[in-house]
């Protein structure tokens, strides 16, 4: 059992920034590939980044790329996602997620563990 809670919502204005945080408690994370996903207003819920379990690899949606930063700690067993030039279509609850198997299986949405989510608002 992993217990993932997220940490780092807020409102922001456009083009501003915020750090998101996801803490893992239970087996070791470093275990675990990790990944970031958000659900907007009406909207299904989408992939935004995804890392490897040490780290070494990385893989955005478009929509993030260049904008957004997953990284992680396994010594603290806490994932990163640091989120730059905020636009108001970034409006959603984010939520991380972490697979034992491939970023290619949690990209898609195979995740073993979901944390609760924090909302993330950006105002125009």
């Known amino acids: 059992q992993v217990q993932l809670v997220e940490s780092g919502g807020g409102v922001v204005q456009a083009g501003g920034s915020l750090r998101l945080s996801c803490a893992a408690s239970g087996r070791t994370f470093s275990t675990y590939t990790m990944g970031w996903f958000r659900q907007g207003p009406g909207k299904a819920r989408e992939f935004v980044a995804v890392?490897?379990?040490?780290?070494?690899?990385?893989s955005y949606a478009e929509s993030v790329k260049g904008r957004f930063t997953i990284s992680r700690d396994n010594a603290k067993n806490t994932g990163f996602l640091q989120m730059n030039s905020l636009k108001p279509e970034d409006t959603a609850i984010y939520y991380c997620?972490?697979?034992?198997?491939?970023?290619?299986?949690?990209?898609?949405?195979?995740?073993?563990?979901w944390g609760q989510g924090t909302q993330v608002t950006v105002s125009s």
């Open positions: 890392i490897s379990k040490l780290g070494s690899a990385t």
């Open positions: 997620a972490v697979n034992s198997n491939s970023t290619e299986q949690l990209r898609g949405g195979l995740a073993a563990y």
